[in-house]
């Protein structure tokens, strides 16, 4: 990597840790890495331990490889994120709309919460522009994407790029409700 790469990945790491309104001391002192080597990562991306942006990108809920390369490349299919799994998931209640305006470097559109009962027929599948974010806020839902059926409950999120074939609908006995965001 270039001097000029390895700046880019400090700014990313910066930005990630600010857009989700963590303190650098509190993320060195986790880190087990004193604040002024923490610090220099931020500012020269130079010497950052693998196991650094590792905890990171499971602490913030973040690919990995978008930290390294600061592209979303896991977006070209879906990314589903446990709860528990990571920081972005644990606080779903209050979810910072600007850490996905941070994460995707996009344009973020209206947020919509959908409700999808038990007797719904599902809903044919559909492609879109943009990057869709799904957050389950009650019950289970299962998300068809590409053939493939995931099936998330209360605190389970998905990333993924909706240009390919995707919907939505209950799998539970009760309404599943759940927050979707889509970028330009």
């Known amino acids: 990597m270039s001097d000029e790469d390895l700046k880019q990945l400090g700014q990313r790491i910066k930005g990630l840790r600010e857009a989700c309104d963590v303190d650098a001391a509190e993320l060195a002192a986790e880190l ?3 604040l002024e080597r923490y610090l220099s990562f931020e500012e020269t991306g130079a010497d950052v331990p693998i196991s650094v942006i590792y905890h990171m990108a ?3 809920g973040v690919d990995f490889t978008e930290i390294l390369s600061g592209g979303g490349g896991y977006l070209d299919s879906v990314q589903i994120v ?3 799994d990571g920081k972005t ?3 779903y209640p209050g979810y910072h709309f600007q850490d996905l305006a941070w994460r995707y470097g996009h344009k973020i ?4 919460l959908v409700t999808l009962d038990p007797s719904d027929d599902p809903a044919a599948l559909v492609q879109h522009q943009g990057q869709e974010f799904n957050l389950v806020l009650s019950g289970d839902m299962t998300l068809t994407f590409d053939d493939q059926e995931f099936t998330l409950s209360q605190g389970d999120c998905a990333y993924f790029n909706p240009m390919h074939p995707h919907g939505q609908k209950c799998a539970s ?3 599943v409700v759940f927050l979707t965001v889509i970028t330009e």
Do not use: E, I
């Open 173 to 175: 006995s009760v309404p």
């Open 109 to 112: 559109m209206q947020p919509l």
């Open 82 to 84: 446990r709860k528990g």
């Open 89 to 91: 998931v644990d606080r």
């Open 32 to 34: 087990n890495v004193p």
């Open 58 to 60: 499971r602490k913030f």
